[in-house]
């Protein structure tokens, strides 16, 4: 993918998100600092967000600001307390083997990387090369809209429920009945009686594959009551009001969505580096008996 001129330079990609790691997590903690526990404004206002889940740190010091005294002295100790079974428990190694805290790591910093820095502004000649280059993404298949009335077969013997229909059809034609009308008629059905601008795989779901093919035929006329069709349930009659063949919009029609996804496979890509990046660090040693193509032995 042709990507915009920051993600030209991966590495710089890399430097920028490295510094976001910093602000984020800031330097390890010297051994001689960490039973020393420095409650500061700032500190404390990070204790708020995280307590309440609060976003904004204006709000949370507004918050602190408005403390009464008691108030304060109170989460003054409650952050110390939280602060030294933290420290205590890193010091012990408790989150080394724990699941959840394993996987809460990766997913911040996976966060880290699909959050970092955002891709420039496409030019209008690199959307349109995305556009020809993933034009079957924007394929719209063909749909119909269509309302039936339903004749069920399971109650009766085809050649009645067929001698039913005809019946219904005459009379659909004769009250000139259109696409509103087909409630008051036939039988109840499982799912809906109009269908708006509807793929053939949405049909054949409610209906079954036969249905649909035969819906989607020309053998259906258009703004006129037609039928029997045979579905999956019994019998229906049939009033198509529109079909729509399957087509690929045009760029100008697709554009707001074409420059969405070219930067989230930009931003996609920029993350994949980034993890890629962290890989390489690691030196990764398999054992011999995992080095085949077979089943895992026992």
């Known amino acids: ?9 991966p590495l710089l990609h890399f430097v920028i998100l490295g510094f ?3 602000v984020v997590f800031g330097e390890p903690m010297p051994q001689s600092d960490i039973t020393k526990i420095e409650v500061t404004r700032p500190a404390l206002v990070s204790f708020i967000q995280y307590k309440s889940k609060m976003l904004e740190p204006e709000m949370a010091s507004d918050i602190l600001q408005a403390l009464s005294l008691e108030d304060l002295s109170n989460l003054i100790d409650e952050y110390v307390r939280e602060e030294a079974l933290y420290r205590e428990a890193l010091s012990l190694g408790l989150e080394a083997r724990d699941p ?11 966060l880290l990387a ?9 030019k209008t000649e690199e959307l349109i090369e995305y556009y020809q280059r993933n034009k079957k993404d924007y394929a719209q298949p063909a749909s119909i809209s269509f309302s039936h009335v339903f004749i069920r077969t399971s109650d009766q013997d085809m050649q009645s429920a067929q001698t039913r229909a005809k019946e219904l059809l005459h009379t659909l034609r004769q009250a000139e009945a259109g696409f509103r009308d087909a409630t008051a008629y036939g039988e ?3 799912y809906h009686t109009n269908y708006v601008k509807r793929t053939s795989d949405t049909i054949a779901a409610d209906f079954g594959a036969g249905f649909a093919q035969a819906l989607f035929s020309e053998t259906t ?14 019998l229906h009659l049939v009033f198509v009001v529109e079909r729509t063949p399957a ?5 100008k029609v697709m554009q707001d969505r074409i420059r969405h996804d070219f930067l989230r496979e930009a931003q ?17 040693n398999i054992a011999p008996d995992l080095q085949t193509t077979g089943s895992i032995p026992d």
């Open 1 to 9: 993918m042709h990507l915009p001129q920051l993600f030209k330079e």
């Open 20 to 22: 976001v790691l910093f």
């Open 100 to 110: 959840i805290i394993r996987k809460r790591l990766i997913q911040k910093l996976e």
């Open 114 to 122: 699909e959050t970092g820095p955002r891709p420039n502004e496409p």
């Open 188 to 190: 109840h059905f499982l």
């Open 221 to 234: 006329t258009m703004s006129k009551w037609t039928g029997p069709l045979t579905s999956k349930h019994g």
């Open 247 to 251: 087509q690929t919009p045009p760029y």
């Open 268 to 284: 996609r890509q920029s993350s994949q580096f980034f993890i890629g990046q962290i890989q390489s660090k690691y030196q990764t």
